[in-house]
Each structure stands twice: as structure tokens, then as C-alpha cells.
């Protein structure tokens, strides 16, 4: 990377960040200032593809840059078009370190890969913003413990980022670090619901017709909400991408990708495996309802006698659980199995038996 370019660049376009902030009808300036971050950006492109972490390269170069003053955001991924796109605001995201700023752009491609916006939609269909900003949250203090433990010198750690430790604030309880974003989402919620939605941190963010300066900001960097509406959709396009994206990367750079990143990719492109609550619903509808005697009902064979019983429809299946221990099922599997009580959830008092 030339440092002297990159930094020639960004010292202008921080000083007509300032030049805006002080007169918003200076377009010149805001037009300088697009063009500043757009030299700025292409110069971290080059940057992350020629270090030895490449692979947050190669996944910026599919995407699609848009920039829009008049949005509240700092940096977000939309997949709502084709092909993707970074959706900034350069007079918020151009006041950081240059860094900084690629911290912020490897954070938002760590969206991507974690599936973070088909699960949003799966969460939050009705697209509810108090669970919305509660979803984005979760999942930034879920992304950024993992960038501050790698702690690369690719990037800088910007100030104020939303971690464990902000959230364990958020609800007065010491949470546990690196953790995927639902454990912190569940107690962002929990605690949500006691305060009747009065956490303070639901500020709707202004998108309209005013250009928006660090000044006018709220500070809370929400992704925006994604109009598509099938979560089972929008994961397809993200596979689809991330595959394109990763098929790309030489076999000599993809091997230099964190053990933790490979297994992100391989959890997200990995087969969709058969729900065996699927196949146990299907099996149980094909099974004979069978009977049991009852006292309540006349027998219909004799039905002037009152001490024969009659029967019913017997509604609980009766259904033997066998759990293999031999040497083909890991100590993990078998962990599972035993840590998840899944016949409650789905038949009503079944009697359960496991044979070991």
C-alpha cells in the first residue's frame, strides 16, 4: 500500500468533511469529499488484497459501493440488490483513522458470512425496529469480541464499538465474551421487555432530504431494515455470494484464512441437513391411531351392557428412543442428543425411554 496516497487522500477528504459540517450547501465540497472517499476506498481495496488477509479483499471487490449523505448510517450491507452493496455515509464514516475505517468494512463482511441478515428476517419478520436495533446489537458485540480478540494489525479498534461488555452493562450482568449473537440477543431482550421498550436505544435513524454530519448523528450505527421478506431467500443469496466469493480466492491465499473464518464459510455453505423433527411429524402421520378401553363409552358390539367398556381413540404415541454409544457417534453427538429435550417440544405427554 502507498501510504503517502492513502493518506494524502484521506487528509483532504477529512478536511472538506469539515468544510460540509460547517456549511451543507457547500457542494463543492461534498463533492470533493465523494470523491476524496471513493480514491480513499479503492486504496483499502488494494490494500486488503495485496496483505496476506485477502480474504476480506476479495469479498470487497463483490461488492457495490453506494454512498448517500443523507443517510444516519456509517457503514452497512444491503442485500437487497444485486450485486451487493456497502452502503455508506463518507461524512460519517470518513471522520475515522483509515484503520479504522477498514476495521468497520471487515466488520460488515462478517455480517455477511454469519448469515446475520437472513437470521434478522427469520427473528423479526413483522421488521420491528425495537427488535431490530436489539438484533443489530447482538450481533455487533458478537462480530467485534471476535475482531478485538484476533486483533490484527490490518485494523485499528475504533472507539465506542457495542461489545460484550457494553451489553453486559445494557443488563447488569457479566457476560461471557466471543459468544454467538443469540446469547447476547436473549438478554437484550429479556431485560427490553421488563423496561417496556425503554432501553433508549431505539433512536430512528434519519434518512431523509437533510445531509447528515457526525454532528446531526445519533452515533448508533443501525444496518438498515431488508425489504425482502423470505429469510430462507435471502440466505440463498448470501451462500450464493460467499461461494462465488470464496471460489475466487487462489488456493495459496485461502489457506491463509483464520481457522475460525473456514469454519464460518463451511458452517454457511455446508449441505442443508434433513430435520429429523420433519421426518418424525411425517412418521407419526402415517401411523394408525389405535385404541383404549374406556369406561365413559358404551360398547358398541353390546351396547345394553354396562360392564363391558367401550373405547376410544388412543391419541399418545408411545415411542422408544435408542441411543447408540458405539464408536461411531462422537462424545459431542452424544452430548447433544442428551442436552436438548426434543420430543416435549413437538408431542404432548409421549413417554420417553432411552436405552443405552
Known amino acids: 500500500m502507498n501510504n503517502k496516497d492513502i493518506i494524502y487522500y484521506d487528509n483532504l477528504l477529512k478536511e472538506n468533511i469539515l468544510l460540509v459540517e460547517e456549511d451543507k450547501s457547500n457542494e463543492e465540497a461534498l463533492k470533493l469529499v465523494e470523491e476524496n472517499f471513493k480514491e ?14 485477502r480474504y476480506y479483499g ?53 455480517h455477511l458470512v454469519l448469515n446475520h441478515p437472513a437470521e434478522s428476517v427469520r427473528i423479526n419478520p413483522s421488521k420491528n425496529h425495537s427488535t431490530h436495533v436489539l438484533l443489530n446489537y447482538a450481533q455487533d458485540a458478537s462480530i467485534n469480541d471476535v475482531l478485538m480478540y484476533e486483533n490484527r494489525d490490518i485494523y485499528d ?6 461489545t460484550s461488555k ?32 425503554n432501553l433508549g436505544l431505539f433512536l430512528i435513524n434519519k434518512n431523509g432530504n437533510e445531509i447528515i454530519t457526525s454532528k446531526d448523528s445519533n452515533g448508533k450505527n443501525i444496518s438498515p431494515i431488508s425489504k425482502e421478506d423470505d429469510s430462507n431467500n435471502i440466505s440463498e443469496q448470501i451462500k450464493d455470494f460467499v461461494k462465488e466469493v470464496v471460489d475466487g480466492i487462489p488456493d495459496k491465499y485461502r489457506g491463509l484464512m483464520p481457522v475460525y473464518q473456514q469454519e464460518n464459510i463451511n458452517k454457511l455453505l455446508a449441505p442443508p441437513k434433513i430435520k429429523w423433527q420433519s421426518v418424525l411429524k411425517r412418521y407419526i402421520g402415517l401411523t394408525p391411531i389405535p385404541y383404549k378401553k374406556t369406561k365413559t363409552r358404551l360398547n358398541r358390539r353390546q351396547p345394553n351392557r354396562f360392564d363391558i367398556s367401550g373405547r376410544i381413540n388412543d391419541r399418545t404415541i408411545r415411542i422408544v428412543v435408542a441411543l447408540d454409544t458405539s464408536g461411531s457417534m462422537s462424545n459431542k453427538m452424544i452430548e447433544y442428543i442428551n442436552s436438548i429435550d426434543f420430543l416435549d417440544d413437538y408431542i404432548h405427554r409421549i413417554p420417553k425411554k432411552i436405552d443405552a
Open 58 to 110: 476479495y469479498f470487497i471487490l463483490n461488492l457495490k459501493l453506494r454512498i448517500d449523505f443523507r443517510k444516519d448510517i456509517i457503514a452497512g450491507v444491503s442485500v437487497d440488490d444485486n450485486p451487493f452493496i456497502l452502503l455508506t455515509n463518507p461524512l460519517l464514516l470518513g471522520k475515522y483513522k483509515i484503520k479504522e475505517m477498514v476495521f468497520i468494512i471487515c466488520h460488515e463482511l462478517e
Open 40 to 53: 480513499v476506498y479503492e486504496l483499502i481495496k488494494l490494500y486488503l488484497i495485496n496483505y496476506k488477509d
Open 157 to 162: 479498534v475504533p472507539k465506542d464499538l457495542v
Open 166 to 197: 457494553v451489553i453486559s452493562e445494557i443488563v447488569k450482568q457479566n457476560l461471557r465474551a466471543c459468544e454467538d449473537y443469540l446469547y447476547y440477543y436473549q438478554y437484550l431482550e429479556k431485560i427490553n421487555n421488563k423496561t417496556n421498550n
